[in-house]
């Protein structure tokens, strides 16, 4: 749970909700094939939950100044400019989560896991 406290009051946003939505910016910038599973606790609900989920790769943390710093774990197609992908990836997901959500990203680190072809 994100929680931060603004003129009105204190707001909590969920952290499925702020996973789900990066996971789904990420997945539909060109170029990303999927995402990664990273950790035990992220290996075993994919294997439990059976398919591709838009959760996998997806790490948030929340620093002392109400910022995230996000963490994505991604699989890029063969053959695409992966600088290009991945700068892309950080500033549409940047975007969104500041436009949708109201928090401030502090930073966004991508690892390319993978290439598929």
Known sequence: MIKFENHIGEIKISNKYLISLIGNTATNCF????????????????????????????????????????????????????STVVESIMEKVQYTVETEAAVKVAKINVFVDEMQS
């Not at 599973?37 to 989920?53: A, H, M, V």
Request: proline share 2%; hydrophobic share 35%.
């Open 31 to 82: 170029g990303v094939v999927g995402m990664n599973t990273f950790g035990p606790k992220q290996r075993i609900g994919s294997l439990l939950k059976k398919g591709e989920s838009l959760e996998n790769g997806v790490i948030i943390h929340q620093t002392k100044d109400n910022e995230l710093i996000i963490d994505l774990h991604i699989t890029v197609s063969y053959g695409v400019n992966v």
